[in-house]
Structure formats: structure tokens, C-alpha cells
């Protein structure tokens, strides 16, 4: 760690010689060092005042000091040694807490003094002979003059009636600074790598922050599970790096947040140490009565209270019970949990004390299902006898009963127990503090977190080293999963209490999961990125409603599921609407209302959406979801409204009832019901659904076992910087939206995704098993073949989208299951780019994985972008075809013709203007084409192969190739009258404006090789 090292403008008295600069005592974080003496030579001088006395730094003769030290010998009393001392940078003393030193001293002296200009501001008279002692003295208490001052005198001596020749030591002197200290400047701007301001969420620093401390500590409780750090340089240029959220472990967590100054060189690193607290606490039954508001009762005693214990010898601490007894057989009465004594614990301690000294009493320890006074059947009354059982006047002392000394009718009593603790006098006073039940061994849940030590190592369940602490989770503990790139495979029949499911976590074999536990699964919005955007999301709880995604408009949320009818608004669901594992949909969480500070909402608990949370967040108006009460078994979802810039709850409301099963993950099997979208436009038919489980999904093995229902590729919504789209998965590669993380055949836990429909599907569901899981196998994905496989980039100054053509055995020049149906985001600056290909009743679809057979092929390429200038095409992959021809056209440029073959990488620079209709911008798709030919003669070329014709958008295309250059177009109607004619079009692409609503057209085109006619169904 880098240290600040501050001038400090201390002024010394040595023999008459007056310094204006400090000696070179190491700096110390927090404080401003008056002298340390290392430094001097030795028999430097000081200045005394009061006398003969002398003031000389020597090597230590006091071993327990470091280096050297200050000796002063006294030849009486009333003597001193003064230092002239002006503070640093304008400080005064109002900027510090206290004044420190340390002394050894071999003589009983009455007591070291400290005068400021003359004013004793503090003596201390704790000195302990031969030993170095600290001493602080405050200046809190000073006067305001003196607080004022910036230049002084400081003397420290004793008032002692001293013989001659007596002496003490001194060193290390130093004032400890208040936050209101201004540090020095630092001299050159451009090296400054401080920190003006540093702060966590929640937490306090220890100690409170100030520029020149660097390292801190703090402590948070059990239930905190992130924080939040910022941080702000002191210079604007500099640069600040370790903010932001932060997921905390059990135990000690480090963090650092490093400054790089303006000059790119000087660094400086603060470091905080946050301790979250162990959920592993006792499971003894504990009375200390610190903050204790419960009312006691009890019989035959009086006065029963919590007071104030000014009992100082033995081991209570600040608060007590205090009681009166009135008669034989006092009792105080406390409740203890359900269950025998017997079963739950092994003892009873107690601090026990009196009014009086009392020898031999007894204390009366029972059990009673209905508190009122023990009766002879229900109590046992234990006697203390002897000394070392006496409770004596004044004076604490601890004792203890084994619960297996009482009677069978107190230890196993059941019910609600009670016990009561008295005495057989009267009139006395007693006290009673620290009464604790001791739990028995294996009685007490624990909580166990997943912390594989070989993250690459098999992921056992029952592997004692993968668990914090070292054990195995039995069925009454609670279980916690953090992402991890080695996930727990369950064994069989698995038992625990609870386990919750950390954002990105998973398991396998979760239906191994037994018994009448209880799972948790969390959603992380807490990063400014996920929030103002859409996510895919899916449910792996058996019961969840709309309404557990609602947070009273802090912030404001946004659900949108998809049906038959594509995207629902809002609206229609309603709270109360019951989601099961697999139902997927659409979730949005608003920026703009989402708040840290609130003290309710999702930003209470730093953005983490954890469900089930009806149990823990049930009061209407506050937790993290105040648009939510709690009542028995139901959840009532209140709608909210704004006034005056708040956001409230209305009278409107909705029910929904709660069931065990809101806490199940998923079985073995998931039936999904597929609703498939048809969009006329691209002639498709997608799905939205969700994975079930708490673990990967290989959607090749989900496709595989529902090969009639959907096409073996998905897609998702994704985003790449600040561009948003769909990116898809596809056996020989993946497409859409490029990014960093490519789609894999591995689909995440909580994650939704679009299915395409089959062209065999008739009806029913998608069926999940838990065979599809493939935890720990989120690996990415290399295409099946890399071979003959064109990559289609399109690109802009917002982003890059990618398609691809691949020939394949069983590739078909009209859609298939093997080909993949492209989802296009409503238009943008996105260059959605795509290849065009008829399907089998004649209409065009939009591929975003296109598969061909061998021989000659056009394809067409379609772009779909609001976009207009510069943008490229990159081409990629032509040196792994095999004996083919590739090249691409450019109807845009008359014979424009680029031949691809055998390179790597082509990127092919254009300008791009977007097709208009009034004001609505549509797809260019008759402008680029690429031609697949075999590069050797393969006999007499048929029309079927070479030209492709097709109607979208009000328009009929033709696309040919060179070699097959377009002569002559004819179109018939129905009644086959000619209703258009091209003569002399001489090119590879034609494109003619045709009405939608004419029905049924042949298109006759005349080539330089033949004549293809194509009946059209418009």
C-alpha cells in the first residue's frame, strides 16, 4: 500500500535553535506527529523551563521504547520540558481529539501534567514504575481560546516535591486528528491520487473516513448480503476503480478502491475490510435484559424490574433483573420455546446476586404450561450449599443446574415451558442476569454455504470441504448457493431446512430434493445495467404471481407476457395471476424510480428481488414490496398511485392465495404449454418459454426430445454496449446481435428464450425432463463444421449483427426444419441483416441460419436498418468451402460483381440509403445477393436452380446470377391475361411493384439458359 507522507509545519525549541520544518518522523494515518526523536542526534537539547533540568535525546535505555527517546533530569520541582509548536496547513486545536505521548518513569511521581501556553489542560497519575506507559489527554473539553489557537507552547513536567537527580522519559508525541482536520494540500495537483469522499451502503466506516487514512474496517449483520462502495477523487481528472455493488461472503470480505491521479503514475489504494456476520448463531435460550422492554411477573415477590446494575464486582453487565421476594417460594417466571427441556438442552446458567449474604438458599427451577406459580409437581427447587455456592451481598457469581438433575415431571414437560428461579427467604432482594438454556449438540440449525476449495473438482454434495463450515447440510439447516463454476450435485433423497439460490447459481439433480424445505431464488437488479431494459426471464418455482414482481413503485416494473397474439400490454395481467415453473415473459425494471436510500422498495435490499418473500416482507406500506400485506395464507397486491411526487397505496386490491408449493422447485418433468405467435409478414411462428430448472438446460437435448414441437434453434433478447436485439443459437453457429458471449446450446437458469415452431407440429407442450440439464456445462460453442459456412456481418457505428449460410446434406432451396427463422427487433439503427428463402407456399421467409444443398444457389440478403451512410458487409469462412464458387452482388451498381472465393475475410464498404413508403421505412432486400456455384463444369444448367423468385412487400422479386443474366419478365393474372412485361432486363436482379390483394399470378422469366414459370399466391 502506498503512503501519504505530509509536511507538517512543527516548530521545535533545540538549545535557542528554532525549526521551521518537521524532523522526518515516519507519517501516521490520523494523526499529526509533534516529535518522535528517532530522527535527532543523540544530546540534542530541548528547552526546560522551571529550573536546572535538562532535556537530551539518548538511545533508549528503556528497551521497551524504539530507538531513542528524550531524557529529562529534574533538579526539583515544577520543572519542564516546551516544545514551540505551530499546526499545520491553518489547522488549530478544534481539529484534533487528543493529545498522546508515551512516559517511563522510575520514581512514584504524583502526577505528569500538560500545559498549553501555560494552562494545565490534564494530569494523569495511572503510571506504572519501569514500564513505558501511553497517556492520552482530550481536547474536546478545552476553552474555546485555546481550541483557537494554531501556535503555542506545550510543556509537559510534573508538580512533585522531587530530591535531586530524578528523571522521566518521553516519545512519541502526537495529536490525534478530528474529522473536521483539513489536510495539507498537495503540492502537485497532478500527483494527487486522494480520495475526497469514501462510503458504503449500508455500513459505517471504522474509523470515519478521512483522505489520509487508507485502511478501514466495518461490520455488518448476517442478513447483509451486498453493499454498495463510492468513492470520489479529490482531483476531477483522476481516475477511481473498486465501487460500486459488491456480493458479501460469511466472514471477512477485502475490498480495494484504487486512485490513479492525473498523471497517470501515482496511485494510491484504500482498503476496507467489511465483516458480515455468521448466521451460525447460538442456539441457546439467552436473557441479558440489555434491551429488554418485557414486562416480568412472578409470585410472591414484589418490585419485579429491569434496572440499571451497579453491581460492579462479577460478570453481569449493564442491566439486570431485580426482584423482592414477599415470601417462601418466590418466583420469576420466562418464557422458553416449545419442546421437553430434555430434548433441547443439557443446562441452565445463571448470574446471580443478593441484598444480602445468603449461605445454603435455594433456587426454585420448574417447568409450567400455563405460568401461573409452580406447583410441587412441576418445579424442582436446587440448594447451593457451601462457600463456593454462596450468593453473596453485592457480588456476582455464576451457577449452573444440569437439566438432567431435575425431575422427570420438569424435564419433560411439554408445552410451553417456563422457568422460574427464587429463594426461601424474605424480605431479600435479589438479581438475576445472563440466564441462558445451553443447547444440546445437533439441536441447533446451522447454515452452510457452497465453497467448493477445487471450483474444477467433481461437484459433491456430500464432500465435507465443500462447505462453509466443514460438514455436510442435514435437514434442519439451511443451505446457500452463490455462482460458482462448480455447481453441488444432489444424492438422492436430500433433506435441508431452506436453501437460496444466489443470482447465477445452480444445481443439479434438484428433484433429489425431499421433505418440507423451502427454496429462495434471487433476481439482481442492484447494477445501473439492468435496469431500463427488458429481460427474458422465466419462473423454476411451482407457485409465483405477477405480483411478487411489484415494489409499490419503487421502482416502477413493467411485465409483458407473449401469447398467440405476440406481446400482451401490461395491463392484462393482473397481480393476482398464478406463474408456475417454465412460464416465461418479459420484465422491466424502471430506472428512474429505482432508489438506494428509500426506506422501502427494491433498492432496500440493493436490488436483489428474492422469491418467496411473502413471510418476511407481509406489512402494507413499508419492506421491500409496500404495495403487499400478508395474512395467513394470503398475499394482497395493492395498486399504487402518485401524490405529490410519492408513490401510494390505493383501496384497490387483488388476493392471492399462498400454498406450500410456492416454496418447490420443479420436478422431475415440466410440461410447457407451447402458444405460438404467427407473424405474417416473415410467415413465423415462435414461442415464448422458460427453463424450469435450477440448472443449465443443453437445448440440443431439449430439441431432441421434442423434435416434432420445435426446430433445434432459439433465440434470446440480448444487448451489445447500447444496442439491444435478438441473438440466436443454431447447431452449425449462432446469429443476431453479436456480442462478447456468444449463444451457446446451454441456456441459463431463470432465463427465457423463443422456440420456433416445427414445420411437422400439430399441437400440444413442450416437455422439459430433468435429463436436459447440463450443469457445469456452460461452455461456449464452435459450429458442428466450420466448413462450408459463409458468416454475413453487418455493421455500423451502433453495432454488428451476424447471419450465416451453411451447405449442408439435406439443405433444401425452400424452408426446413433445418433452417432457422430470424426475429427482427422493430426497425432501428440496429443493421438487422438477414438471407431471404421461399417457403413451401411460395412466400418468403427472413433466416438467420440459412441451409443450402450443393450445386448453384442465389441467395438474397436483407437488410433492415433506419440507418443511412456508411455500414459494411464482412464476409467470412469462403477459404473452407469446398470446390465452390462464392460471389457477391450489388444490384445497387450496374454488373457489380465481387468474387469471395477462397478468402479468409472480405469486408465490402457501402453507403446505405433505407427503402421508404411515406414515412415508413422497409426492408432493402433486393440489392445484395451471393451466388453459390460449383467451381467445376457440372453439365446444363436447369432455370429451377439458377433464378429464385418471390413476392414481398408489395413487390415481386426475381433474382438470378451472371452467367444467367435475366432477359425478359412476363406476369399473368389468374384469368391468365399478361399484365406486365419486361423486355431487355439484362441483369441478375429484377424487382417489380406488384399489389398484395390480386390474388393468385404466374411469373414467366425468360433467361439466357431457359424459362422458369412460378406461380405466385399473393
Known sequence: MKKIFIILLVVFTFSSKIYA??????????????????????????????????????????????????????????????FNISLPCENSLASYDKLIFKIYVTEQYKQVRCWIDNTKIAQSSNLTLNTWVPVEFSLTSLDAELKSKTSFTLDFGFESDLNNGKSFYIDDIKLQQESSYKPCPIADPEKDATLSSLSITPGTLTPEFKSTITSYTVNVANEVEYITIEAEAAQAEASVSGTGMKPLDIGENPFTVKVVAPDETTTQEYTILVTRADENVSCDTEFDFENDATTYNGSNVKDIAIFDNSITTGNSSAKALKFTVTNYNAVIKLPVKEGKLSDN??????????????????????????????????????????????????????????????????????????????????????????????????TCPKTYRWTPADESAPT????????????????????????????????????????????????????????????????????????DRWHMLSIPLSETFVGDFTFGGYPRTFFLPFGENGWKASNTFSNDKELTAGDAFLFWVEDATYSAEAEKGLGKKNGILEIPFFESDFTKGSGVHPNHEFNSSQSIFYNYKKEDDEYVNSEQSVTADRTADAYKLAGETVSVPLVFAHDDSYNSDFALVGNPFMSTIDFTALATLNTTQIKNNYQVWTRKDNAFGFAGYHPEGEWGLSSEATTTKYIAPLQAFFVEKSIDYKDGNLEFNISVSATGEGTLRNSVNTNNKLEITASNETASVLAFIAQRPGGQTIVGNADARKMLNGVSDLPEVYTLKPTANGSIAVLGANIIPAGEVSVPVGLFTSHTGAMNLTFKGMDSYENTTITLIDNAIDNKEIDLTGLSSYRYDFNFEPAMAGNEILPVEDRFAVRFAPSTPTGVHTPSVSVSVYSKNQAIHIVSDASNLIKQIQIYNAQGILVYTGDQVNTSSYTVDYPANTGVCIVKVITRQGIKNVKLIK
Do not use: M
Open 345 to 442: 438442552y443439557i443446562k441452565i446458567e445463571f448470574d446471580v446476586a443478593a441484598s444480602a449474604t445468603q449461605y445454603g438458599k435455594s433456587i426454585v427451577f420448574g417447568a409450567s404450561t400455563d405460568g401461573n406459580t409452580f406447583s410441587s409437581e412441576n418445579k424442582n427447587v436446587k440448594s447451593f450449599t457451601g462457600d463456593d455456592q454462596t450468593i453473596y451481598n453485592d457480588k456476582w457469581r455464576t451457577l449452573s443446574i444440569e437439566i438432567s438433575d431435575l425431575g422427570t415431571s420438569v424435564k419433560d414437560k411439554t408445552g410451553t415451558l417456563w422457568f422460574g428461579l427464587g429463594v426461601n427467604d424474605n424480605a431479600d432482594t435479589y438479581y438475576f442476569d445472563n440466564i441462558k438454556l445451553i443447547a444440546k449438540d445437533g
Open 460 to 531: 459433491g454434495w456430500e464432500v465435507e470441504t465443500n462447505w462453509t463450515p466443514n460438514g455436510v447440510p442435514g435437514s434442519l439447516d439451511k443451505v446457500i448457493i452463490p455462482p460458482s463454476a462448480s455447481y453441488p450435485s444432489l444424492p438422492e433423497n436430500t433433506q435441508v431446512s431452506s436453501i437460496v439460490f444466489q443470482p447465477g447459481a445452480e444445481i443439479a439433480n434438484q428433484h433429489y430434493l425431499t421433505g418440507n424445505y423451502k427454496a429462495y431464488v434471487q433476481y439482481d437488479f442492484g447494477s445501473e445495467d439492468t435496469r
Open 21 to 82: 520544518e518537521s524532523t522526518t518522523c515516519p507519517a501516521e494515518e490520523g494523526y499529526t506527529i509533534i516529535e518522535c526523536f528517532d530522527n535527532q542526534e543523540t544530546g540534542t537539547s530541548y528547552t526546560t523551563v522551571g529550573g536546572a533540568s535538562t532535556a537530551t535525546v539518548i538511545e533508549t535505555t528503556p528497551a521497551s521504547s524504539d530507538n531513542k527517546a528524550l531524557l529529562i533530569a529534574l533538579t526539583n520541582n515544577n520543572q519542564k520540558v516546551s
